[in-house]
């Protein structure tokens, strides 16, 4: 009996300590509302309208925190697909989860589509409210405000969006650093932002509506929280 007792002893030992190394090796961004391997897949599960109840956070916010970077290639490509698009609905769905990303790819997407002459003046319009937030992050900015400027006087056009609590904390749910970080910025990449936006803006064939969205993104201070890698 006492063999048998220090046998189930050992057992129950050896399973606390797998039990231990599983656990140490979750990734500190593992959550029970977000799985990479399968929310990340294509854009349509990253924008999916969700799948259970999430604490205060939409369920494609937890999607871009489980897999940064495979978010940021998902919405690039969505980005890049809108070049034709004139719809505003589609636009917003297409670009909205951009403001919560900081990608490299996105960067590019964004420049490319904004400054495509052969793209619609609205998918133009949606690319610069991009590269916005490239430099601002999360900074709440309509489609209609990019032409009409954002409705907001310095210093409340600073956008302070990172190292933030969601939903006003601290508080005893999730705490949340934004923008999550995909693929790095290049250096300098706010400065390249604006020299695209004054190419777009000084053309004499830019359509009006693009014309003041790409004044937006000029007269836009860059997040001063945020390093311009």
């Given at each position: 009996m006492r063999k048998n007792a220090d046998a189930s002893a050992?057992?129950?030992?050896?399973?606390?300590?797998?039990?231990?190394?599983?656990?140490?090796?979750?990734?500190?961004?593992?959550?029970?509302?977000?799985?990479?391997?399968?929310?990340?897949?294509?854009?349509?599960?990253l924008l999916a309208p969700g799948r259970g109840p999430t604490?205060?956070?939409?369920?494609?916010?937890?999607?871009?925190?489980?897999?940064?970077?495979?978010?940021?290639?998902?919405?690039?490509?969505?980005?890049?697909?809108?070049?034709?698009?004139?719809?505003?609905?589609?636009?917003?769905?297409a670009t909205w989860l951009t403001q919560y990303v900081h990608d490299a790819r996105i960067l590019s997407s964004g420049i490319?589509?904004?400054?495509?002459?052969?793209?619609?003046?609205?998918?133009?319009?949606?690319?610069?409210?991009?590269?916005?937030?490239?430099k601002a992050p999360g900074h709440l900015v309509s489609l209609q405000a990019m032409s009409s400027g954002p409705q907001c006087i310095p210093p409340m056009c600073r956008s302070s969006y990172t190292g933030h609590f969601y939903n006003g904390g601290p508080t005893m749910v999730d705490t949340v650093v934004w923008p999550v970080v995909g693929i790095p910025m290049p250096p300098g990449y706010t400065s390249r932002i604006d020299s695209v936006a004054r190419e777009i803006?000084?053309?004499?064939?830019?359509?009006?509506l693009v014309r003041a969205a790409a004044r937006v993104v000029i007269d836009f201070p860059p997040d001063r929280e945020l390093k311009d890698w």
């Open positions: 050992s057992l129950s030992a050896l399973g606390l300590v797998a039990l231990l190394a599983c656990a140490a090796r979750q990734p500190s961004s593992a959550s029970p509302y977000a799985d990479p391997e399968r929310d990340c897949q294509s854009t349509q599960t604490p205060q956070m939409a369920p494609a916010l937890w999607r871009v925190r489980a897999c940064p970077a495979r978010a940021g290639e998902l919405l690039a490509h969505a980005l890049e697909s809108t070049r034709l698009v004139s719809d505003s609905g589609q636009l917003e769905a490319a589509v904004a400054a495509d002459t052969a793209a619609t003046p609205e998918a133009r319009v949606a690319a610069l409210r991009v590269l916005l937030w490239a803006a000084s053309s004499p064939s830019t359509p009006g």
